[in-house]
């Protein structure tokens, strides 16, 4: 497809498990974005990627959060330990460049729910 | 700590009027500033990345205006209809977009 897609789109879990969340971005882009929406705020930024690598990972919470892009496509964010707070719409973005004023094409998100 | 507002944070508008809000952003260090349309169930939708002080963009009924200098942005809808009920994201931008909380639209038939 020609857009950016997240697997699972609804996930519920325990809390303390461990989740992988999956991001496939739009094809050529070279910048990743993972934000986390909860509940009547807008969305928060966790992590960037520009290429393979992480170029700005100050948004992730805790230790608990980590996300890899290996090859500079596919990206998974994974959560370990998970706690009620973690539950939220975490929402995955690409952009062909990463420059400020490119335009962001974001997937449907996955909605995670820590019960 | 860079803030994002945006008000109203929601607003019941009657089908066939016209409307308006409003995005304030911190003004040094402007970048860009994007709207977005964010429908229930459906991905954010981009409407406009503004980068120049006194722009002004346009699709279809909708428009905005930007303000670097003292960091405001106005989304405008005209003759308002149920399909624009969606909430509407405004995000300041160097390359992370650092977001409002939104401004949830109704349309009232």
Redesign the interface.
């Known amino acids: 497809g020609a857009?950016?897609s997240q697997t699972p789109s609804n996930k519920v879990t325990e809390k303390g498990k461990y989740v992988e969340l999956r991001c496939d971005p739009i094809s050529g882009h070279t910048?990743l974005?993972w934000?986390r929406q909860s509940l009547?705020?807008?969305?928060?930024?966790l992590i960037?990627f520009q290429g393979t690598g992480a170029?700005?990972d100050s948004?992730l919470p805790n230790d608990r959060f980590f996300a890899v892009r290996p090859e500079g496509s596919v990206s998974t964010l994974k959560i370990q330990r998970t706690e009620r707070g973690d539950s939220a719409v975490y929402?995955c973005?690409s952009s062909l460049t990463?420059?400020?004023?490119?335009?962001?094409?974001?997937?449907?998100?996955t909605r995670l729910t820590v019960l | 700590i860079l803030n994002?507002e945006?008000s109203p944070q929601s607003l019941h508008v009657q089908e066939g009027d016209s409307t308006n809000f409003t995005c304030s952003f911190p003004s040094s260090n402007f970048?860009?500033l994007?709207w977005?349309r964010w429908e229930t169930?459906?991905?954010?939708?981009?409407l406009f990345?503004m980068?120049l002080n006194g722009d002004e963009k346009k699709k279809g009924r909708i428009s905005a205006t930007l303000n670097t200098k003292e960091g405001y942005s106005y989304l405008y809808i005209k003759g308002s209809q149920p399909e624009d009920s969606a909430t509407y994201?405004c995000?300041f931008?160097?390359?992370?977009?650092?977001?409002?909380?939104?401004t949830k639209l109704i349309i009232k038939p």
Request: proline fraction near 5%; aromatic fraction near 18%; charge should be negative.
């Open positions: 857009g950016v910048a974005y934000y009547g705020q807008g969305p928060e930024f960037y170029a700005d948004g929402l973005a990463g420059q400020g004023g490119d335009e962001q094409f974001f997937g449907p998100g | 994002v945006q970048y860009a994007h977005y169930a459906k991905s954010p939708e981009a990345v980068t994201l995000a931008s160097n390359y992370q977009l650092i977001w409002g909380a939104g």
